[in-house]
């Protein structure tokens, strides 16, 4: 019995650690390691955060970059299971601290699309992390960032640009033989429903091209793209307009 619940706890631990876990990147030289020969690791990537000097008391983002506090990561997980560093969630949002003073598209000025105090989330792979008075952030584009969140609940995020929140269909749950899918053999659905959508992206004069899809459309997208977030109603994704590949009715 003891065995069995052991079993069970760290099955829900595996779950729930990795759910929404951005993974990193990692980049090494030519070391080696063991028996193993110095090509193997040849396409690792190191991301790692730049600490920025105590005498330093600000940061000001340039051109269209934003300054982001990264939000703090999960120590523990719904069921209340303390989480090792190592399988802590780590956050894709946080907020505004600091905007750059925008570019120049054609003739026109575009401001930067968030203020600061916003809460944003932000590209899986965006940015470079920066560690300021003890605290990370992360200086990333404008452009990376995917959208602005007004609640807690993610169905009611604002996209930005050319992003699109989509609400994820639910996976089948019986074969067309009629048998009964587990949730590891659940087939994941690349069809889903336009929650949201951004105001488009800029045109060479500085103004914005509406997207071609519009809420309440349901739509195809491709398999791959975009960022996974799991929201109290469903699974989201968003993802840019050119990733939804048709609609459907």
């Known amino acids: 019995m003891a065995s069995t619940q052991l079993t069970a706890i760290a099955s829900s631990v595996s779950t729930t650690s990795f759910e929404r876990l951005r993974p990193s990147a990692f980049q090494m030289g030519r070391v080696r390691i063991g028996n193993l020969p110095q090509r193997s690791f040849r396409g690792l990537v190191v991301k790692a955060a730049t600490v920025v000097a105590p005498k330093y008391t600000a940061i000001k983002p340039l051109g269209d970059r934003v300054l982001i ?20 969630t780590k956050p894709q949002g946080g907020e505004v601290v600091a905007v750059g003073e925008g570019k120049t598209v054609g003739k ?78 659940k087939e994941k659905p690349s069809i889903g429903t336009v ?46 307009v050119s990733d939804v590949m048709a609609v459907l009715s």
Do not use: C, M, W
């Open 69 to 88: 506090k990264i939000k703090e990561a999960e120590e523990k997980t719904q069921g209340g299971i303390l989480l090792p560093s190592t399988a802590q």
């Open 195 to 240: 929650i949201a959508v951004g105001p488009g992206l800029l045109d060479d004069e500085g103004n914005r091209k509406p997207l071609s899809v519009t809420p309440g459309n349901t739509v195809l997208y491709s398999k791959y793209a975009g960022n996974d977030f799991k929201g109290k109603d469903g699974e989201y994704i968003t993802l840019r």
């Open 108 to 185: 026109s000025k575009v401001d930067v699309s968030v203020k600061t105090g916003a809460q944003v989330v932000y590209s899986k792979y965006a940015g470079t992390e920066v560690e300021f008075n003890g605290t990370k952030h992360l200086i990333l584009k404008d452009d990376d960032i995917v959208g602005i969140l007004e609640t807690d609940e993610i169905k009611d995020l604002k996209p930005l640009n050319d992003r699109v929140l989509i609400k994820v269909a639910e996976a089948e749950e019986k074969t067309a033989g009629g048998l009964l899918l587990t949730e590891a053999t």
